[in-house]
T-cell receptor
Framework: EAAVTQSPRNKVTVTGGNVTLSCRQT?????MYWYRQDTGHGLRLIHY???????QIGDVPDGYKATRTTQEDFFLLLELASPSQTSLYFC???????????FGKGTRLTVV | GDSVIQMQGQVTLSENDFLFINCTYS??????LFWYVQYSGEGPQLLLQ?????NKGSSRGFEATYDKGTTSFHLQKTSVQEIDSAVYYC????????????FGKGTVLLVSP
């Protein structure tokens, strides 16, 4: 079973604050993704990557940066957090273009 | 771009009732369709994959069907149990590459004993 580990699991920050969400997968998967989950919107893709140093823009990228430092590690950065970014964030990974996508347990971010 | 519409926000059933959830999709290519399930406190996990080639999939008592004519796909279970209470998402992988998934808004299933 593929393992995707997110940290922290919960985070509270103030408006204008700087936040980094971390994700690590230990299955040498090529593809990694960041989604946000909101009631009434389902899961929406923020950024994704197909390898270290690669970054692709998803469907809702505004206000977010991401960086893939290694095959295992993918980070989501909020440099000026806003209350609209209060959400449940999921990291996911997959091995290739037609393989199962595995999700982490999520990070709940609250911006006050 | 790709889109998936899932209209049922919440479904409330009793044990042994019949479950039916449907989604419609829009894409320019040849999609692969999925159902994901999310239990409380967990991330989404794959429940079923439905390839357009064979039009049907089944797992854990759930069955998924696909209708190319109406670009819709459905999840059903003959007799739900309380442990099936969860959020169910339909999703689609289009032809754009990178194994990206587009999700519907999710259906909260509540099953009472």
């Amino acid at each position: 079973e593929a393992a995707v580990t997110q940290s922290p699991r919960n985070k509270v920050t103030v408006t204008g604050g700087n936040v980094t969400l971390s994700c690590r997968q230990t299955n040498s998967h090529n593809y990694m993704y960041w989604y946000r989950q909101d009631t009434g919107h389902g899961l929406r893709l923020i950024h994704y990557s197909y390898g270290a140093g690669n970054l692709q823009i998803g469907d809702v990228p505004d206000g977010y940066k991401a960086t893939r430092t290694t095959q295992e590690d993918f980070f989501l950065l909020l440099e000026l957090a806003s209350p609209s970014q209060t959400s449940l964030y999921f990291c996911a990974s997959s091995d290739g273009q037609h393989t199962e996508v595995f999700f982490g347990k999520g990070t709940r971010l609250t911006v006050v | 771009g790709d889109s998936v519409i899932q209209m049922q926000g919440q479904v409330t059933l009793s044990e042994n009732d019949f479950l039916f959830i449907n989604c419609t999709y829009s894409t320019t290519g040849y999609p692969t369709l999925f159902w994901y399930v999310q239990y409380s406190g967990e991330g989404p996990q794959l429940l079923l994959q439905v390839t357009t080639a064979n039009n049907k999939g089944s797992s854990r008592g759930f069955e998924a069907t696909y209708d190319k004519g109406t670009t819709s796909f459905h999840l059903q279970k003959t007799s739900v149990q309380e442990i099936d209470s969860a959020v169910y998402y339909c999703a689609m992988r289009g032809d754009s590459g990178y194994n990206k998934l587009t999700f519907g808004k999710g259906t909260v299933l509540l099953v009472s004993p």
